[in-house]
T-cell receptor, first 114, second 114 residues
Framework: GAGVSQSPSNKVTEKGKDVELRCDPI?????LYWYRQRLGQGLEFLIY????????KSGLPSDRFSAERTGESVSTLTIQRTQQEDSAVYLC????????????FGPGTRLTVT | GDSVTQMEGPVTLSEEAFLTINCTYT??????LFWYVQYPGEGLQLLLK?????DKGSNKGFEATYRKETTSFHLEKGSVQVSDSAVYFC?????????????FGSGTRLSIRP
């Protein structure tokens, strides 16, 4: 497909388990962003990848959160030892270049921690 | 810190009604302002933007004017359609900041009755 895809679309996990969320950006987009959206709140920036530069991790809420990106392709967001407050929709976006507001968003992964 | 406040939803209107979704911001200097839209089952999409005071962004019949006097960027449409039903997010990028620091409002759900 032509858009950003994310998997799974829904994930229910038990507190304390680790989860991995996947993002496939649009082909050719060098920049990739992860956001979190808690119920009734706006999007919170988590992490930003731009090409081969060191990622901007300033939005990660704790050391339980980490993300990787292979080259300019797939990214995975990992949450270790999940807590109930991690329940949210996790959104991925990509853009042609860094520092572009023309971000293209995926449909998100809804994570529920029970 | 910088922030965006938008009217709480849900907003329910009849087809062909006039729409206003209020958005105000707090920021140092003059940020760039945006409206994003999320249609059911899809990712967020950039709807319109304004990068300096008094600019008017417009797209798909929607308009928003950057008002520095009132620090507002209200979204308007003269005659809404059922297909406009979606969640609308107001957002800003602080001046001299990178696009990774885009700050979103909490979103306003709009439902249009036929």
């Amino acid at each position: 497909g032509a858009g950003v895809s994310q998997s799974p679309s829904n994930k229910v996990t038990e507190k304390g388990k680790d989860v991995e969320l996947r993002c496939d950006p649009i082909s050719g987009h060098t920049a990739l962003y992860w956001y979190r959206q808690r119920l009734g709140q706006g999007l919170e920036f988590l992490i930003y990848f731009q090409g081969n530069s060191a990622p901007d991790k300033s939005g990660l809420p704790s050391d339980r959160f980490s993300a990787e990106r292979t080259g300019e392709s797939v990214s995975t967001l990992t949450i270790q030892r999940t807590q109930q407050e991690d329940s949210a929709v996790y959104l991925c976006a990509s853009s042609l270049a860094g520092d572009s507001y023309e971000q293209y968003f995926g449909p998100g992964t809804r994570l529920t921690v029970t | 810190g910088d922030s965006v406040t938008q009217m709480e939803g849900p907003v329910t209107l009849s087809e062909e009604a006039f729409l206003t979704i209020n958005c105000t911001y707090t920021a140092t200097g003059y940020p760039s302002l945006f409206w994003y839209v999320q249609y059911p089952g899809e990712g967020l999409q950039l709807l319109l933007k304004a990068t300096k005071a008094d600019d008017k962004g417009s797209n798909k019949g929607f308009e928003a004017t950057y008002r520095k006097e009132t620090t507002s960027f209200h979204l308007e449409k003269g005659s809404v359609q059922v297909s406009d039903s979606a969640v609308y997010f107001c957002a800003l990028i602080p001046k001299y900041s990178s696009a990774s620091k885009i700050i979103f409002g909490s979103g306003t759900r709009l439902s249009i009755r036929p």
